[in-house]
């Protein structure tokens, strides 16, 4: 038994002639009928009857064509699945982010391929270090965001971009009115840190305690988004990376921080893995993102790099 067979039944049945049902097909009217015949001996049951020129359906014939009706539907279903597929037009993306990157660039990509692709579902988790090394060399997820170093047995590493940390201080704050910010500015002003886990808790420490400047510690913040809410608040100043900072817009004020502090973010994949298409679809708009989010969100710190060939 062959797919072409039971098209020709469904043709013959839904345009009412072979020669109707020859057009639906793009085949000749003879080859409608020989399609017909021979599944008719291969199956040793009579589908049609033959009257006056006219195939008219057998009881026998209706009972056989509503169980191929069923499986014409499934091939049909794969087809335009299959189609959905290559056209990104159907699928599933698992992305996990650290916080800071979580806010800001990924809303934007996010929303791009939403646009692009409705029925795309995407689900993006949010987690440390430790979180997106056990996830992606897992394959828990597609692929995720980081900051640099990362050398993790299972994982594979593209370089995404890089950028320097920002200042951000309450808009009303005295050291609103520098344009840049330097480490000795920060002596003796509270200071609001992030998590521990970080890289960045672990760059601004090390800075600080390099140059022997001493902070006010105070108020901790788990994340940068909440740090940055803190600033907003008067409580402290902080130092995040921008593009967090952006997302706050005028609520606060950004700055320029010297020395500088540079972060390099990367995307990571599981080793050994195929990548979708939706995958490196995702991936190149992210890319794309990068090389107009300086521009409209005033961040001159942002240099994308190029994936590795």
Request: with cysteine.
């Amino acid at each position: 038994m062959k797919l072409r067979q039971l098209e020709a039944i469904r043709a013959v049945l839904a345009r009412g002639t072979t020669t109707h049902a020859a057009e639906t097909l793009g085949l000749t009217q003879s080859a409608v009928s020989r399609l017909i015949s021979q599944l008719e001996d291969e199956l040793g049951l009579d589908i049609f009857d033959r009257r006056h020129g006219r195939l008219v359906v057998t009881p026998e014939g209706q009972q056989f064509y509503a169980v191929a009706e069923k499986v014409l539907a499934g091939i049909d279903q794969i087809t335009a699945t299959a189609r959905d597929i290559r056209t990104l037009q159907a699928g599933a993306l698992r992305i996990i982010a650290m916080p800071t990157l979580s806010h800001g660039l990924l809303p934007k990509t996010i929303a791009r391929m939403n646009q692009q692709y409705k029925q795309v579902r995407i689900s993006l988790d949010v987690g440390f270090r430790n979180d997106l090394e056990a996830g992606i060399s897992s394959a828990k997820y597609d692929f995720g965001l980081a900051t640099l170093p990362i050398d993790l047995e299972g994982i594979d590493i593209e370089p995404l971009c890089s950028v320097y940390g920002v200042c951000v201080v309450p808009k009303d704050h005295e050291l609103a009115a520098k344009e840049i910010i330097e480490a000795a500015d920060l002596t003796d002003i509270p200071f609001i840190s992030v998590d521990p886990r970080t890289m960045l808790r672990y760059r601004t420490d090390e800075l600080f305690g390099g140059l022997g400047i001493k902070r006010r510690l105070g108020v901790e913040a788990q994340t940068t988004m909440m740090a940055c809410s803190l600033v907003c608040e008067g409580v402290g100043v902080s130092i995040v990376h921008p593009f967090t900072a952006a997302s706050f817009g005028d609520r606060l004020a950004i700055r320029p921080f010297e020395p500088n502090i540079r972060f390099e973010y990367a995307v990571m994949f599981p080793s050994g893995q195929t990548r979708s298409n939706l995958t490196n679809a995702f991936v190149d708009t992210l890319r794309e993102d990068l090389e107009t989010y300086g521009d409209e969100l005033g961040l001159d710190k942002v240099h994308p790099k190029p994936a590795l060939v």
